[in-house]
């Protein structure tokens, strides 16, 4: 009888490849980066529920008071306040995740857009938008609660669901049957 000794630690071995889940997506934008070294200070969003896979997608950084967040950005950087703006092309496929660094750990607000068309003007009948949180957006401006983050010295992982206006009654949500 002829013996194999490999055999079965091979056989283990494409079984473990073809069952592995398939590797995420590095993060994307300017500051991608600072994710994939997971040093930090930073904010890796993932990014579900687009409604399709036209135009760009934004993620905004604002201070963690109802004050500032959602200001006017010029506003913010003239008084010295923190703010950045990340934008990336949305990818054709696959999962989407943006990094955005912060300059030191802390907690700040997160706001995301699925700018659609392309025009850089948030329009309530195309474009999308979502917070950390997840909390339905309805007819309101979000809540500062449901868009802060905490950071640490590494890498805070937040997840965002992108919503949509469902009707002029209801406002935004998320797409489906939530």
Excluded at 1 to 23: D, G, S
Excluded at 52 to 80: H, V
Aim: net charge positive; with cysteine; glycine share 10%.
């Amino acid at each position: 009888m002829i013996r194999f000794p490999l055999v079965a630690p091979l056989a283990a071995l494409a079984v473990a490849f073809v069952t592995a889940p398939a590797a995420a997506r590095p993060a994307l934008g300017a500051d991608a980066a600072a994710c994939e070294s997971r040093e930090g200070p930073a904010i890796e969003a993932r990014i579900t529920g687009l409604k399709d896979r036209k135009g760009r997608l934004k993620l905004e950084l604002y201070p963690a008071n109802q004050t500032d967040f959602l200001r006017d950005d010029r506003d913010l950087e003239k008084e010295g306040k923190v703010f950045r703006r990340i934008w990336v092309d949305t990818p054709a496929s696959g999962d989407v995740a943006i990094c955005i660094r912060v300059p030191h750990p802390g907690r700040y607000a997160l706001f995301f857009t699925h700018d659609r068309d392309g025009k850089n003007k948030f329009s309530i009948w195309q474009d999308g938008a979502g917070v950390p949180g997840n909390a339905r957006l309805g007819r309101a401006k979000p809540k500062l609660a449901s868009a802060e983050v905490e950071v640490g010295g590494g890498i805070a992982n937040v997840t965002i669901r992108a919503q949509y206006l469902k009707s002029i009654f209801s406002g935004f949500g998320p797409l489906g049957n939530d």
